[in-house]
């Protein structure tokens, strides 16, 4: 791969370029508290409506859809015109999203609630994909120990975050109901978008050879390789957490907005927390860091537990202590297994449009979201829980298998940046 071709120290604290990173960030956090309160709100407040958890998968369709489609797309256009003007259109998407929700409930038709959430997945992965790759223009060429430190740091705050917003949007729903919850979240939003719109820089990120439309397609075999297993360590997840899981804890358990909005928050903040550690938990340190055989390890031992809660609940063991127990031991091993990939796809990028590779990446993320999303409220509705982690268990399996093609370090990770 090319790579710029005089590496120079990692900034400052106090760098114009790190600043424009926290703007970045800080763009990124807001957007992700109310995707994440948005996205308890549709589920829950549905569910209250008496939709099926099929229907309620289907109200994601164009939500994920989208996310695979801005994703491929994002990436060249984040190269062409810039990661500032990305992160700016995704707010911007993200506030019409919300205000076209914003309506009395009886026009809440099923079109309308698809189309608004068709701009937000639009939205959150031009926000993501944006942060994602600004790391890499701040981390020189050959520290990864930096850079692994920081994606992690990075992602995990992010998902801590979006659990807080799981959080918000139950409370919201009950505080203020689904129309106030949305007209708040929207005016907050509009707020950061103004500020995004007067500080960000305008060339961060952008290509210097304005790559073409063809090379939306990744050309590297790591990135392909590492996008394969991502597809499946994300569709595993959804396929019982995004509909399955809420469902059945408000349904099968007895348990209110609160409950559900709450559990989930905590769970979602500590795989964040778990997550910005990951560096420390992998244990490699600053000369041996992740490669294919760390990601085919740890998604092998991520297989165990799924199919392990399945047992359990098929046993009749006691529902509530296998779900919470399993989602803690789930969520510890799913976060290090996402950080590992995180920093993996910003080690393998060029460095010149980085969102590039990053939004080919990301786009293998949202296809593996769309496909737990589809899955979990289909097999869910068709044969219940237990059915819904055998898939996962199954799903983190193929993620193994496709992880032994990841390339393995030759010589060590501060001198050869690729690590393979």
Excluded at 210 to 229: E, H, M, Q, T
Excluded at 354 to 378: C, E, H, K
Excluded at 408 to 420: E, F, I, K, P, T
């Amino acid at each position: 791969m090319n790579h710029a071709p005089s590496p120079s120290p990692s900034p400052s604290p106090s760098s114009p370029g790190l600043r424009q990173y926290a703007l970045v960030t800080g763009n990124y956090w807001a957007f992700t508290l109310t995707d994440g309160a948005l996205r308890m709100l549709v589920v829950l407040h549905f569910h209250q409506l008496g939709y099926a958890p099929l229907q309620i998968a289907l109200l994601f369709l164009f939500y994920e859809f989208f996310g695979v489609v801005t994703n491929l797309v994002g990436g060249w256009l984040g190269a062409r015109i810039g990661l500032n003007r990305t992160m700016n259109i995704g707010l911007g998407l993200q506030i019409v999203a919300l205000a076209m929700l914003a309506v009395p409930s009886a026009w809440l038709a099923v079109p309308l609630v698809m189309t608004a959430q068709a701009l937000s997945g639009i939205a959150k992965d031009l926000n993501k994909m944006s942060a994602k790759s600004s790391v890499k223009l701040l981390v020189a060429d050959g520290a990864q120990g930096t850079l692994y430190r920081w994606v992690a740091a990075l992602t995990g705050s992010k998902n801590a975050l979006k659990g807080v917003g799981f959080f918000v949007g139950g409370a919201l729903l009950t505080w203020l109901g689904f129309r106030g919850a949305v007209l708040g979240m929207a005016a907050a939003l509009a707020l950061v978008w103004i500020a995004s719109l007067l500080l960000l820089r305008r060339d961060l990120g952008r290509s210097r050879a304005r790559p073409k439309f063809s090379r939306i397609l990744s050309k590297s075999r790591p990135v392909n390789v590492l996008s394969g297993a991502r597809m499946c360590l994300f569709g595993a997840r959804d396929v019982w957490f995004v509909v399955a899981l809420p469902v059945y804890l408000a349904t099968a358990l007895g348990w209110d907005h609160w409950q559900v909005g709450g559990f989930l928050a905590c769970w979602v903040i500590g795989y964040g927390l778990v997550q910005s550690l990951a560096p420390r938990i992998t244990g490699r340190g600053q000369a041996h860091l992740p490669d294919g055989r760390t990601a085919l390890g740890w998604a092998a031992v991520l297989a165990v537990v799924p199919a392990g809660m399945a047992a359990l609940l098929a046993a009749d063991a006691s529902p509530q202590v296998v779900l919470v127990a399993g989602l803690g031991l789930f969520g510890l091993l799913f976060a290090v297994n996402s950080s590992l990939h995180s920093y993996l796809i910003v080690s393998y990028a060029d460095e010149d449009g980085v969102s590039l590779d990053v939004g080919f990446y990301y786009m293998a993320n949202a296809l593996g979201r769309l496909l737990g999303t589809l899955l979990s409220g289909w097999i869910y509705q068709a044969s219940g829980l237990v059915a819904c982690l055998v898939v996962s268990a199954v799903l983190i399996a193929l993620a193994a298998m496709v992880s032994g093609g990841l390339p393995r370090h030759r010589v060590a990770v501060g001198v050869d940046r690729q690590g393979g």
